[in-house]
T-cell receptor, first 114, second 112 residues
Framework: AQTVTQSQPEMSVQEAETVTLSCTYDTSENNYYLFWYKQPPSRQMILVIR??????QNATENRFSVNFQKAAKSFSLKISDSQLGDTAMYFC???????????FGKGTKLTVNP | GAGVSQSPSNKVTEKGKDVELRCDPI?????LYWYRQRLGQGLEFLIY????????KSGLPSDRFSAERTGESVSTLTIQRTQQEDSAVYLC??????????FGSGTRLTVV
């Protein structure tokens, strides 16, 4: 069974600085998808970024980028120029190719301090 | 509508009662999912509907839990004889195949 591990229950960062959230996963599959979701206090889950395992290039969305290390089964999220609105729970998630069921990590609570 | 709509947003029920939670997916999204999020925890998969295929019910925790979906439209998650451990936020999401989900805002269920 696939598992997703987020080893940092809580993190904090100063506004305008950069922070990296860690995620590792375990799978025997070669084709799969990885996601980072943000959940603010409103509890709405918002897709931050998505990576297909067959793509070697790391995904980027504005201030958000990932470091995808397939051999190490690592998928970290880097947030640059942190903003107060980035304060939220961040969940790493895995989806097996061809199957849409998402497996989530337990989340990292990120606080951006002014 | 523009997003995934869930109702009610909050539900308080007495132990032993049945509850129904509703999800309206984004029009045209063939896949629909239910997840449970206990306080301070990640999301647990419950059930997955994809078009007219048989649903993947592998995440339902007990036979008190069931879900239905009419075509590619509304879904209802039913919990019978609710227990206190059923207290959680129940999140619904829909997706066009293999692209990533859009989540609703969830239903917070409190069993007293």
């Amino acid at each position: 069974a696939q598992t997703v591990t987020q080893s940092q229950p809580e993190m904090s960062v100063q506004e305008a600085e950069t922070v990296t959230l860690s995620c590792t996963y375990d799978t025997s599959e070669n084709n799969y998808y990885l996601f980072w979701y943000k959940q603010p206090p409103s509890r709405q889950m918002i897709l931050v970024i998505r990576q297909e395992a067959y793509k070697q290039q790391n995904a980027t969305e504005n201030r958000f980028s990932v470091n995808f290390q397939k051999a190490a089964k690592s998928f970290s999220l880097k947030i640059s120029d942190s903003q107060l609105g980035d304060t939220a729970m961040y969940f790493c998630a895995f989806s097996q190719g061809g199957s849409e069921k998402l497996v989530f990590g337990k989340g990292t609570k990120l606080t951006v301090n002014p | 509508g523009a997003g995934v709509s869930q109702s009610p947003s909050n539900k308080v029920t007495e132990k032993g009662k049945d509850v129904e939670l509703r999800c309206d997916p984004i029009s045209g999204h063939t896949a629909l999912y239910w997840y449970r999020q206990r306080l301070g925890q990640g999301l647990e998969f419950l059930i997955y509907f994809q078009g007219n295929s048989a649903p993947d019910k592998s995440g339902l925790p007990s036979d008190r839990f069931s879900a239905e979906r009419t075509g590619e439209s509304v879904s209802t998650l039913t919990i019978q004889r609710t227990q206190q451990e059923d207290s959680a936020v129940y999140l619904c999401a829909s997706s066009p195949f293999n692209y990533g989900y859009t989540f609703g805002s969830g239903t917070r269920l409190t069993v007293v």
